[in-house]
């Protein structure tokens, strides 16, 4: 059974960048018949998609994040990462990796990782 | 960006009543070729991960229960609880991904409690 695991540090610091990993377990990242994806939600909120990025190495992101984001994945270990640069505190939330059946349905999200941003 | 809206924010059901919650979006989701919305539902419950519930707006996830059912095209969409049990309390979103690939919303959620 398919699973995704996020992973990184629970703390940042203003402006410094967010990095965080999904690992995959029970299947394979390099099927074309997913793509896998980031979505965040900030303490008591609601659902923000950060980006995703494609078998084929397409990525896409939200425009409003686009000039922060990079999405990359590790066929070699079964990972995608995520890499926010810039925080502020309004980037605190969870985080969560999620696989997609295209077009865009999030079919199996991770358990999600709380980024904390602060001094 | 497509906006989606969802009402009410929250809402208070009885059990085994009939809960129903909507969601609009600010452009049509309704692809002409293929004639699909491009609308999911997820149900959220406390500390866990959204679950996907409903895509292409009526179609059930797998292993969900019947008295989940999604309607509506084009803008307008409706989720429905037939008979609300003790575990549907959850928050629920709405999500276009019409936009895909570059981009998909989300509403801002309804939450639903037993009354």
């Known amino acids: 059974q398919l699973q995704l695991q996020e992973s990184g540090p629970g703390l940042v610091k203003p402006s410094e960048t967010l990095s965080l990993t999904c690992t995959v377990s029970g299947g394979s990242i390099s099927s074309s018949s997913y793509y896998w994806g980031w979505i965040r939600q900030p303490p008591g909120k609601g659902l923000e998609w950060i980006g995703s990025?494609?078998?084929?190495?397409?990525?896409y992101y939200n425009p409003s994040l686009k000039s922060r984001v990079t999405i990359s994945v590790d066929t070699s270990k079964n990972q995608f990462s995520l890499k926010l640069s810039s925080v502020t505190a309004a980037d605190t939330a969870v985080y969560y990796c999620?696989?997609?059946?295209?077009?865009?349905?999030?079919?199996?999200w991770g358990q999600g990782t709380l980024v904390t941003v602060s001094s | 960006d497509i906006v989606m809206t969802q009402s009410p924010d929250s809402l208070a059901v009885s059990l085994g009543e009939r809960a129903t919650i909507n969601c609009k979006s600010s452009q049509s989701v309704l692809y002409s070729s293929n004639n699909k919305n491009y609308l999911a539902w997820y149900q959220q419950k406390p500390g866990q991960p959204p679950k996907l519930l409903i895509y292409w707006a009526s179609t059930r996830e797998s292993g969900v229960p019947d008295r989940f059912s999604g309607s509506g095209s084009g803008t307008d969409f409706t989720l429905t609880i037939s008979s609300l049990q003790a575990e549907d309390v959850a928050v629920y979103y709405c999500?276009?991904?019409?936009?895909?690939?570059?981009?998909?919303?989300f509403g801002q959620g309804t939450k639903l409690e037993i009354k």
């Open positions: 990025i494609y078998y084929s190495g397409s990525t």
């Open positions: 999500q276009q991904y019409y936009s895909t690939p570059r981009g998909y919303t």
């Open positions: 999620a696989r997609h059946v295209p077009p865009g349905i999030a079919v199996l």
